[in-house]
Structure formats: C-alpha cells, structure tokens
C-alpha cells in the first residue's frame, strides 16, 4: 500500500510539474509573438498621426518626402540582404510592411502637392533632372524609380550572392541608412538653435520603437550590423529629445 502511495504522489507531482511546463511554454510563446508583432507593425505607427495630418490640412509642408526615399532603399536593401544571408523573418516583414507604408505616404503626399500646384510644369522620373530628383508630379514617376532600383539592386545581388564581403556590406548600408533617419533633423535643430515645428511626440516614438527593436535584435541574434546602427539610431533619436530640452531651457531663459 505504502508503494502505491509513492507511485501516486510521484505521479502527481509528475502532473504537476508536467503543466507548469506547458504554461511556461505558453506564455513564452505568446511573448514571442507579440514581440514578432509589434516588431513587424511598430515601425509605422509613428507614420499614421503624420498620415492623417496631412490628409485633414491638405498640406505637406511638415513632412519630408526624402525620409520615405531613405526608408524605402533601406527597406529594398535589407530584403536583398534576406536572401544572401537569412535572418529573422519578422524583420523581413517589417520591410515589406514599410515599403507597403512609405508608398502610400508618397502617394498622399504627391497628390496633394499636384492639387496645390495647379500650374506647376510636370517633373517626371525619365526628364532625368536632377534639380528635381524625388520631386515629381506623379505618383508612378516614384514607383518607376523604386522599381529600377530594386531591379538593379537584384542583378548585382545575383552576381555576388557568393562574396561574403558584398553580403555584409549590403546588410550594413541598409541598416546605417535607417540609422540616420534622424540626422538630418538633429543638424536641422542644431543649425537654427531650436526645435520649433518638430513633432516631439514623432521623436519620441521614435525612439520607444527604436529601443524595443535595438533590443528585439539582441535577443533574436540578428546580424551583427543591425545591433550596431540600432544603437546609432537610438543614440540619435536621445540626441534629438535633448536639444528638445535644452533649446526649450534657453528660450524659457530668454523669455
């Protein structure tokens, strides 16, 4: 009887332990996944306020087309990067979904700009102008330029997939060009001495999303170069969200 006992309380405990395991993984699981989706979704959401700014004013002043231009190469370029050196597959969604968004921003934004310059002469993409690169009237005009690109991106990436040394310096360029998404607004800043006009709540997002991803590559073993410019870009965006303060001191000072 005694034996039966311990069989049973050892099987309990077998149970037991045998459900807390399957909780634990669980919840790992559900954790992970919502890391994955936030980090595949995160990137744009700094971009929909902006979006439906520009939608309701009708004006595209406050919004500079050039950094759809540098999340798109950068976006086009990691996903070449995909193929010649594999890394997790929701940052390779998180590129499409950032395309996906920066060509609906540039569509936006050129439409609106038409309708404001009823006049204007028509800029295309094949004048081949460059006074007026990334400056057209027509949406197709961006897309012609984007698919040219990714074109010519994937004809030298079939011709070196094979160099390591071109891979990682694909990977690189397309990570450090996101990287500095936010230097020319710190130079903007720093030449006027102020911040006046910027979006802080645009800045801070910023850099949430971007300390969430810097850590997302650390954790998922990323490529290297990821690690890297994540933390340039969080360096950057904290750079930014200073001359926020100390601009703002200065002008309360002379106030």
């Known amino acids: 009887m005694a034996s039966n006992k311990v069989a049973e309380f050892a099987h309990a405990v077998k149970e037991r332990f045998s459900h807390e395991d399957w909780s634990a ?16 979704f995160g990137g744009v959401v700094p971009y929909i306020p902006q979006y439906y700014d520009i939608y309701i004013s009708k004006d595209t002043e406050g919004f500079s087309t050039y950094v759809c231009l540098a999340l798109l190469v950068a976006n086009i370029l990691r996903i070449l990067f995909w193929f010649g ?11 499409v979904i950032m395309i996906f968004a920066m060509l609906v921003m540039l569509e936006l934004c050129t439409r609106i700009k038409r309708e404001n310059e009823l006049t204007a002469k028509r ?13 057209w009237t027509h949406f197709n005009d961006y897309l012609k330029s984007i698919i040219l690109f990714s074109l010519f991106g994937c004809i030298i990436t079939f011709c070196f997939a094979n160099y390591p040394v071109y891979l990682e310096t694909l990977g690189f360029v397309s990570v450090f060009t996101e990287a500095m998404l ?20 645009m800045v801070g997002m ?29 360096t950057i965006d904290m750079s930014i969200l200073y ?13």
């Open 25 to 40: 993984i669980n919840l790992m699981t559900l954790v992970s996944w919502t890391a994955s989706g936030a980090m595949i």
């Open 85 to 95: 050196h594999p890394f997790e597959l929701p940052l390779l969604a998180q590129s």
């Open 123 to 135: 800029r295309k993409f094949t004048d081949f102008d460059m006074n007026h690169f990334w400056n």
């Open 182 to 201: 936010g230097a020319p607004q710190f130079y903007r800043n720093f030449k006027n001495k102020s911040t006046t006009g910027m979006s802080v709540k």
């Open 206 to 234: 910023w850099f949430c999303g971007d300390t969430f991803k810097t850590g997302y590559f650390v954790i998922k073993n990323a490529p290297v170069q990821f690690g890297i410019c994540g933390l340039l870009q969080v």
């Open 243 to 255: 001359q926020v303060f100390h601009y703002g001191r200065k002008r309360t000072t002379k106030d």
